[in-house]
């Protein structure tokens, strides 16, 4: 059948095309068409679509057009989702979800030898896990700032410090200890990064064993872990880490000081009770059992002081870590406490080091803790009493600067350029910004619906930018098109330098719930476009012992095992063929020779559940047994070019 | 310590408050304090920010302010993430990823009994596959208008089929038969549902065994499958399905037809050429094997004639499916094959369902079929010639009404509702709008950059609404901040009711890479809010028999069986005490018993891999074995109320 008539193009003119299309694609030369005559004008918009003036001001203030940039990334834990949202402020788009604790096929993480080594790491109890609860990002700190290298994020349900490095935005390292069973106060980084903080919420064992629940107050504990980093090599050296027992108390959020108290770490709690719950066996539930006092205990450990006292060794071991006692913590003056408002979340030192400021959930108030006065109190061991373990209680009163009423469940704060403060309001759905040198409300913005966290620019270093703040509201009601009962949370981007402050963009979440962000200036960010040279390896972090080179393509058998040496590169994989046995382990090693920028592929087989994303020169090896005979296809999963779907071959199980 | 100093509440007072929250936080009485003066002028803004009087107008066409909703809903594939993205227009925010092929946390699915069952029913071999590549979501539709009642999605590696219910957007089942090793024109639906269509991409020996690629002409096969829509049950039915045996070409895209060509489907195909690789044995890559050719094959099926075929039972079981063989097709006139443009991509039926038009990337072209030409010389007999396999081919001149050249790498149609075609350029990096009627190229649009599909406001049905179109483009290079070698994909929308057409928005996709959706009106969809009466099983779909009511929480024990019937309710677990014996079988029943919308709680059980997400009204059962002693909190993953972080217990799993 002929086809004269019509213009059909050769492969070999096509050919040239491909070759080109990067440039052809994505020359400089492509303006978006937004630069011609608008539709219809801003009057007639505005009637149309309903729009306010303030909701025209709005949408310019978060409006980004086509090809320009956010301002600020936030990088948001994705809760009991166990991956990590990237976002760009002001635009509040979703930029990137970061596999963590939780298999994710797209990136291929997970789903390879590599990527598979972390979440095994990761695993207790000799259990592979494969999802997490993430709930609190911090980023790597140089002189109390965020310099925009490293991320961690904990795992409240199975105790977990995640490591994400971000030049390539892959997870690198999951360290887990089995002396604690839930975490919450975790992560947070002293000034330069030395240590990571994660302690406990639930007090349980220390090192995972049985004890009955009625000898909680006996055998139960909760326990603080300073995980040590190691910048060098980018990662957490557990043997340098260390922890500290803390009493069965349900140890909450945490911070490390910063300037004048640098050296320090303050740490919430709840449950002074010790109540453990027990409702169908007659006991009230915890909810009330742990309600019942007018106060918790802020803890303040002495971290400088704790490290030189587990240098010297004063340490029992417990589950392969270096534990300091409640004993020795006591004898040592590591640990102090302090009563603060009921049921307290946020703990949240000034950006100058100098104060503390901590909100309870079932008090109205912040109250703001001078630490010059903590540090002098703890000197001349003025203490109001001790506690039923003899960890000494320094006097509330003489500890705090003041109290400011803020409303109903005052839950987390942030800072801001201009020395005021941003609390989030639980139970009343809104933000209030007061001033921390006045202790007065300057104001109030509703929210929607029921704030969790709240996150401002640059809001937990040394130096806020003001500016912008995110409300990360936990109920979304009406606020969306409806999805069924399972909702996303509400994302709220409010601008904190306008006055009065102004509710600008409602984003959804729509997979995950965010517990916690961080705010960081995008230029702060250096991330790589292309893993150069090809044949990298991003999880162990160097070039791949088994990268293959383009004319390097080989299958090499050795007895029952086949190694698939294997390029990757539009619009083809080469060998495209490969013939194996039934039984035979099959160990392919990819690499995908392309240094342009975008050009990624993926690599699957048909029925085998084997999945491998190939950024541009990655390197990915991926082991299985081929164990059912047949003729399996596998295809490049990643839109590459215009021959994209040719980009396939063929997996030959023949019987064994 | 006692603190009359500080305004304290009592538990007994915050409790009211608790119960009031939801009204409190929710209230209609909650304006955004956007409604107060703005910040900056427009003007200021507009130097502040740099934006064009057209950045203000698609400004002003996106933006939507907090309670406004999205006139449209799309749904796109999440590719080789394997779940389904709904996307918001025109704000273009996602609100949610739908748990498919890829097990999911947040949503629980994949992490409980109940919806494990729908992942192991997935399996192929028996092996149970924890990813999917997601292609081509179809919606549901009545008289050839999308319904809003259920969609449809494929995985092209792992060839199957899943239903998703809209009603409360999950998935009820997932089906796959190992007929075929691989997918790619799937899913598509009949105008009413009757048949969901999944045709092969890569040919393979029917049934899935082994045979030596040198036989690839004559042992390797495609197939055709139609898969029965049981409406009632919002199932497809196995038994009610059948297939067709089809050449060893790789078919491609395919659409069903419509109006005048209802009762019939069209599938494209490419490597008519039957080559198969062997790039390191000789032979050319795929790539310039399969493009040797100046035209492929579309194949036109009488499905009306072939379901009669198939009733009147001339079909073969293989791999448990009723297949026509080629030869019954060939003879009872099922199967015809008409020349295309090479390498095709879209097959796109016209609104009218009069002509079918199919843009090859090989050829610059768009080609426009007139069904009328196609069926008279069907029914005259009228052929150019056979196939290799004996299967009539149509004369290519006498069926088409014309082409109009669109420019490089035309890849997809889409139809708006004032005769207007719209085709992606793959290589070009634009959109061509073209008329139908007079075959003229009217305007072009670029795009940023390499765009796949396109999808236009109800655009697949016999009542395109026009307005928006979005460009699906495959790589996003310099459009966003830089979150490392693995970019997200960059999805456009356009009016294109406006003229010139203007491009409004640049939205990043996080995760997963989309290869087709369909855009609905929103006010088609009626999703529940809640589950109601309490003690609902989404899965089975019906009441869940393990369903727990307030006050009948207990534990029965069975010998090593121990099932833990409880209930969530804010802000308490019961039981809150779990205790097992070391090897003990723990059967988890949980109802979250609360009616209130937005009302979700979650749990977890330390170290045990143990979680589940539990929206209002919802009944899940979870099963392990209790296979590690030791002390194991459990808790609340949901932020539901001011006591969430005590809505807590623990198992205790004592020494067997």
Known sequence: MKSKSIGVLRTSTIVLWFAAMASIGCGPQQAAQVSQTPASSTADLMKQRGLSEADVNAALQTYTPTGKKDEYITFASGGHGGNLIVIGVPSMRILKYVGVFTPEPWQGYGYGDQSDTILEEGSRFGKKLTWGDMHHPALSETNGDYDGEFLFVNDKANPRVAVIDLHDFVTKQ?????????????TFVTPNTEYVVESTQYPAPLGGGYAPIEEFQDKYRGAAIFWKFDRENGKIDPAKSFAIELPPYMQDLADAGKLDSEGWVFINSF???????????????????????????????NLRAAEQVAKAGKTKKIAGMDVISLDTAIEEGLLHLL??????????????GKEIVVAGKLDTHATVYEFAKIKSLIEQKKYAGKDAFGVPILPFEDSIRGQVELGLGPLHTQYDDKGNAYTSLFIESAIAKWSIKDLKVLEKVKVHYNVGHIVAAEGDTVNPDGHYLISMNKWAIDRFSKVGPLLPQNFQLINIASEPMQLLYDMPLPLGEPHYAQMIKADKLKPIDVYKPAGYDPIKDEHSANAVKAKEERIVRDGKDVNVYMTAVRSHFTPDIIRVKKGDTVHLHITNVEQAHDATHGFTIGSYNVHSSLEPGKAVDITFVADREGTFPFYCTEFCSALHLEMAGYMLVEPG
């Open 174 to 186: 999951i360290v887990t200890s089995t002396l604690i069973q839930a975490d919450h106060g975790a």
């Open 271 to 301: 449950d002074t009770e010790m109540a453990y719950g027990g409702n169908l066996e007659g006991n009230p539930p915890l909810e009330s059992g742990a309600s019942q006092n007018d106060m918790d205990y802020m803890h303040i450990i």
């Open 339 to 352: 009563g603060e408002p009921k049921s307290p979340h946020g703990m949240d030192v000034t950006p100058d």
